[in-house]
């Protein structure tokens, strides 16, 4: 579980709710004040059926799904990684390259395990290059996608809260001479916009940038592994390899990586 997510979440829920609770005293008056059937029925229902519109249902139905991604704890080891690859390169340089057949056939890690497998088979190292690249972009790909539906929805949430307000405005200006409707009309455009809010930046947006998050760290950890298994198809010293993949982490993370078991021959 992402305690950072889950904190979040049920943090902005609390300052929200303790802002509502302050201001309006007891449960009647927070319940009249602030919840609202048609305000929340334009701005969920408008939001949710503008991004089905946008989407097959089958996609659709899919990203709400990832939402519990967030939650979990991605692994994103870098040392880890780099470690893995500098013992793949020791065992390389001293046996050779068909030795890391058995070795790469037990790898968990199946982006690294792939791209053994074709530099065992003799792959030629562009071709190499060219089909973990090709493979690293379609998940990008594939990431953003499902960050776009959250970002759309984070778009769509104040429009619609927008559309309520207008809907709520016009209502008071038809019946400005019953005093009575203008504190249900005026509820309407006024909740909407809240409600609005609330979809984009207590759900949607922070969804949307772990997703990011996530992603970035994703890539990186490819990006290692590309360099590195390209380094040890071409021959280089595993102390050289180290050294290389030691540039996409940051300097603090060096210092661990070289307590770890270390390149060289």
């Known amino acids: ?24 005293g007891t ?40 939402a519990a991604q967030v939650f979990k704890v991605p692994k994103f080891d870098e040392n880890g990684t780099i470690t893995k690859i500098i013992e793949l390169s020791n065992v ?54 499902v960050i776009g539906f959250w970002e759309n929805m984070a778009s769509m949430g104040p429009a619609w809260g927008m559309i309520g307000t207008l809907i709520g405005l016009v209502n008071m200006l038809k019946n400005l001479e019953d005093a ?3 504190g249900p009309n005026m509820a309407v455009a006024l909740l909407t916009t809240l409600y609005g809010s609330l979809i984009a930046n207590w759900v949607a947006t922070p969804i949307a940038n772990k997703m ?5 760290m994703e890539v990186q950890l490819k990006e290692v592994t590309i360099e590195g298994l390209l380094s040890i198809q071409a021959g280089e010293n595993p102390r050289v390899i180290e050294e290389k993949l030691k540039s996409f982490i940051a300097p603090k993370e060096r210092a661990a990586l070289g307590q770890e078991e270390g390149g060289g021959e």
Not at 106 to 117: A, C, P, S, V
Not at 212 to 216: A, H, V
């Open 27 to 66: 449960v009647t008056a927070i319940w009249e004040s602030f919840v609202d059937v048609p305000s929340f029925v334009i701005t969920f229902g408008g939001t949710f059926t503008a991004i089905l519109t946008s989407y097959p249902l089958k996609v659709y139905l899919s990203n709400f799904k990832t």
């Open 212 to 216: 990011k998050y996530n992603t970035d």
């Open 92 to 145: 390389a340089r001293k046996e050779g390259l068909l030795a890391l057949e058995e070795l790469g056939s037990n790898l968990e890690d199946e982006f690294m395990k792939k791209g053994i497998l074709l530099i065992v088979d003799g792959t030629e190292p562009d071709l190499v290059r060219s089909i973990l690249e090709t493979e690293l972009s379609c998940v990008e790909s594939r990431h953003k996608a």
């Open 180 to 182: 009575s409707t203008i």
């Open 1 to 24: 579980m992402d305690l950072a997510t889950l904190i979040g979440i049920i943090a902005g829920f609390g300052l929200v709710l303790y802002g509502i609770v302050d201001s309006a």
